[in-house]
């Protein structure tokens, strides 16, 4: 990461990716209905709350080396086309530790045969505060690995899922 | 926070046992910028200093044994004390860092090397060998210099000293395979092959920051055969890159430049840099078969003639 870095802050992440999940689509858009289900796909997230329609609230965790930040995240559903697509808009803050993120993301299916379903994401995030003073390269990477590890999670909670 | 200074390992193993938020403060070039930053934020930090044998080197068993706080300044050598000046070597002063350099030809001088340039001589003054592998950096330079020169790792913790190849040391970004509450004591060189020479080469925008691409090498030659290469590759990806299969092209070859730039494209092809202000991850890729046959390609003059 080469710290302290030259210039501060990352800016704006994106992070895209798709990925086969071997259900039809309707399972798939259910499994991604469940705030529950989701949570426990996403690396370090302790727990989901649903507080109303579309709307969340979590606390994720997250490490690089001995950077560690706890965030309480909340989430809404700002749009959404059954079966589809599903857009999301996230703000999260760290008790007292002063960094702030906001993103926004969107989730699409697409039936890929009869019993598989391509799942793309594309997330734009933003971080300002002590988090943002951390090198951009590094914070892409981590962005990508942890979006990895989300994909790979929700690929095999729905294949041990019974349909 | 807590601030101790213990004045053995022991001492501070048990400083850090049972809490994960304690680190070790070495010669906190960087650990002070993160705490400033208020990105790491220690409950308990273990000041090193005053832990003498953390300062040695020593020669065991045909192995350099470098403490964990000796300084990156320490390890290039004096540099006021070259050329003309050279004469007062060993007339006090700075005669120890000089014969610390002195112990680092041929195949180590790639440690010694990569010491050399880093940053410039505030923070060679101040920052140390066991800081820089253990922050854990992949920009930086000497974790590559160390992965190519074969070292061992020395590392303390509750259960006594256990020793491994640096190799492994390195896990991901800022993350060393240290488990909590141990400590890394020191650093441990080979002497290499035979008549090898050793040699770090550094690519990046301004004299004394961070490597876009760095090359360190480890070669020998005999009668125009190359007998033996160690190539390791730094800002290439979340630990320093090397590839038996890099190495194992170049062993037997006479080193020409075709075969370079294909060991080139090799470490290339398993390259994941990262892309930031100092260079995209393409840029990176693309310079690094070139940069690889100009370290190697000047390690290959040195045989001839
Ligand atoms: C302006 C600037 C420019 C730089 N440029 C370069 C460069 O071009 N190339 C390069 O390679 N480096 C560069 N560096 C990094 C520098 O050279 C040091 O390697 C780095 O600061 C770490 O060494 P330190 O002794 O200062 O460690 P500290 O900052 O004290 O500690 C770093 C980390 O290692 C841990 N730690 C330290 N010692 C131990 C130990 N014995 N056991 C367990 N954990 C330990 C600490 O807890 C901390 O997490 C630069 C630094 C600065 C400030």
């Known amino acids: 990461m080469g710290f302290p870095p030259t210039v501060s802050g990352p800016g704006a992440l994106k992070i895209e990716n798709s990925f086969l999940v071997p259900a039809p689509r309707d399972r798939v858009w259910r499994f991604i209905q469940s705030a529950e289900e989701v949570g426990a796909c996403v690396p370090g997230c302790e727990h989901v709350d649903v507080v109303g329609e579309g709307k969340f609230k979590a606390r994720v965790r997250v490490k690089v080396g001995p950077i560690k930040a706890l965030f309480n995240i909340d989430i809404e559903r700002t749009e959404e086309e059954p079966m589809e697509s599903a857009s999301y808009s996230t703000r999260g803050e760290e008790g007292g530790r002063a960094s702030r993120l906001s993103a926004r993301s969107r989730l699409t299916l697409r039936a890929a045969g009869e019993k598989e379903t391509e799942v793309a994401y594309a997330s734009e995030i933003s971080i300002a505060g002590r988090l943002g003073r951390f090198g951009a390269g590094v914070m892409k990477k981590k962005a990508d690995d942890l979006g990895g590890q989300f994909a790979e999670a929700l690929r095999q909670r729905i294949a041990d899922t019974p349909a | ?305």
Do not use: W
């Open chain 2, 1 to 305: 926070m807590i601030y101790l200074e213990p004045e053995s390992v022991p001492e501070a193993v048990a400083a850090l046992a049972g809490d994960e938020d304690a680190r070790c403060l070495a010669g906190g070039q960087t650990l002070m910028a993160m705490m400033n930053a208020d990105l790491v934020m220690p409950s308990t930090l273990v000041g090193l200093r005053r832990i003498a044998g953390l300062h040695e080197v020593t020669e065991t068993e045909g192995m350099l044994r470098i403490g964990a706080m000796v300084t990156h300044a320490r390890l290039a050598g004096e540099e006021r004390l070259e050329g003309a000046r050279a004469v007062v070597t060993g007339s006090g002063g700075g005669g120890d860092d000089v014969s610390i350099s002195g112990r680092l030809e041929g195949a180590r001088a790639v440690v010694r090397d990569a010491a050399r340039q880093i940053a410039h001589p505030a923070v060679r003054n101040r920052g140390t060998i066991g800081g820089a592998l253990c922050h854990a950096d992949p920009q930086a330079d000497l974790p590559g210099a160390l992965v190519a020169a074969g070292a061992h790792v020395e590392i303390a913790g509750a259960d006594g000293v256990r020793t491994a190849p640096v190799d492994g040391f390195f896990v991901d970004y800022l993350e060393s395979s240290l488990e909590p509450g141990e400590m890394l004591t020191a650093v441990l060189i080979p002497e290499g092959p035979q008549g090898a020479v050793g040699a770090h080469l550094k690519f990046s925008r301004t004299d004394g920051d961070y490597a876009i691409v760095s090359v360190s090498s480890v070669v020998a030659m005999q009668d125009g055969v190359c007998s033996y290469a160690r190539v390791v590759v730094g800002s290439a990806g979340p630990a320093p890159l090397h590839l038996d299969a890099a190495d194992a092209l170049l062993t037997g070859s006479g080193l020409d430049d075709a075969v370079l730039l294909q060991a080139g494209d090799l470490l290339a092809a398993a390259a994941d840099p990262v892309d930031d202000v100092r260079g995209s991850s393409d840029y990176r890729r693309l310079l690094l078969p070139a940069l690889l046959a100009r370290a190697v390609g000047a390690a290959r003059e040195r045989f001839d003639g």
